[in-house]
């Protein structure tokens, strides 16, 4: 085939990145020039914040917000689209919306800023290049890392019949604030699972078959510093916080122009059904898939042992065959994650009996 034919993806980056310890404290200075007369800034913060002195930091002006946002599962189109709407009715429209917490926060947080300039619900957005109206300035603000939320283009959302991001070059942050301060405290385990995310989307990109180099370069230097921050540090400290950071950067590069693979695709089922979340859940489907990713998978176990974390099992004990059918249907309409995995013909490779019998051992 002739080069000159061939299409490659336009992709759509996030427009500015500032990356520093402290860096959180120019953020009045940065959103600024994009306050809109008297529409307010939003600041969806993670609800683990409140009371915690983080809050008390957020440079509030005018009639701006703070509002906690509820985490405990992953975001819903209905909690998207009902705090859409409660601001709509409150303001009219706002001056942009600035996500401050985990994966679920900041893709919260893309999908309240698509669904303020897009009629109708998020669900109706949930698939490739559905959306059509920019949204408003959104912001994002990790304070854990490795899901790669903040650069990705997509917004991954639970909806009534899936779960399925809202993928779109409208979908990524106008501005991105890393700084690996906020991360100081976070819970250990969870700092692990999120982690393994970035762990996970490097082996499943590296090992995929859309490879190029412009995802390779980026894979493998979060895959050093995975390795550098799990396998070789004995003591979590300042410079773990400022290296996964990077790593959850550079992964969620990577996949701009790969895609992730099995793990993803099985733990979205988990996700759906039970509620599991996104980290924990690919590490208890990492845990058994030494058939498509064996020196992964071994190099993950020795990171758990080493960190002493728990994966949990026994998950999918005592389903019914209608949840281990939704299981799947949820899962193997991710096709392209199984595409990048096992290639063209993955579904004479990964047939239901064969993923049936893989949600049975976890």
């Not at 703070?66 to 009902?82: G, N, S």
């Not at 859940?281 to 064996?294: F, K, S, T």
Request: aromatic content about 10%; overall charge negative; glycine content about 10%.
């Amino acid at each position: 085939m002739n080069n000159s034919y061939m299409q490659f993806r336009n992709f759509k980056m996030v427009d500015y990145v500032v990356y520093g310890r402290g860096c959180f404290n120019q953020l009045d200075e940065i959103i600024a020039p994009h306050r809109k007369a008297d529409a307010p800034m939003i600041f969806l913060v993670d609800h683990f914040f409140e009371g915690n002195p983080l809050a008390s930091r957020v440079p509030l002006r005018g009639n701006d917000e703070i509002i906690f946002a509820d985490v405990t599962y992953e975001p819903k189109t209905t909690y998207v689209d009902a705090l859409a709407n409660q601001l709509k009715e409150k303001y009219g429209t706002v001056s942009g919306v600035i996500g401050i917490g985990g994966g679920s926060t900041m893709d919260l947080a893309k999908a309240v800023s698509l669904m303020m300039n897009n009629s109708g619900s998020s669900a109706d957005y949930q698939g490739w290049d559905l959306v059509k109206q920019p949204g408003v300035y959104k912001v994002g603000i990790p304070t854990l890392s490795g899901t790669g939320a903040e650069v990705s283009r997509t917004t991954v959302l639970t909806g009534p019949t899936r779960k399925l991001g809202m993928n779109s070059d409208f979908t990524p942050f106008n501005q991105i604030v890393l700084d690996p301060e906020l991360c100081k405290n976070a819970p250990g385990n969870q700092r692990f699972y999120t982690g393994m995310d970035c762990y996970i989307h490097c082996i499943e990109s590296l090992e995929g078959t859309y490879l190029n180099e412009f995802s390779k370069s980026y894979g493998e230097k979060a895959l050093e510093l995975c390795r550098y921050i799990f396998l070789e540090k004995d003591v979590w400290d300042d410079e773990c916080d400022d290296k996964l950071m990077m790593a959850s950067y550079a992964g969620g590069m990577s996949i701009a122009y790969s895609q992730v693979g099995v793990a993803h695709a099985v733990s979205y089922g988990l996700s759906y059904l039970l509620g599991t979340k996104h980290g924990i859940g690919n590490c208890i489907v990492m845990n058994h898939l030494e058939e498509y990713y064996p020196t992964g998978v071994a190099e993950f176990k020795r990171m758990v042992e080493k960190g002493g974390y728990e994966i949990p099992q026994g998950i999918c004990k005592g389903l019914s065959d209608e949840q281990f059918e939704t299981m799947m249907n949820v899962s193997l309409g991710m096709k392209p994650l199984w595409e990048n995995a096992l290639g063209k013909d993955w579904e004479k490779i990964m047939t239901r009996e064969k993923l049936r019998a893989l949600y049975e051992k976890l």
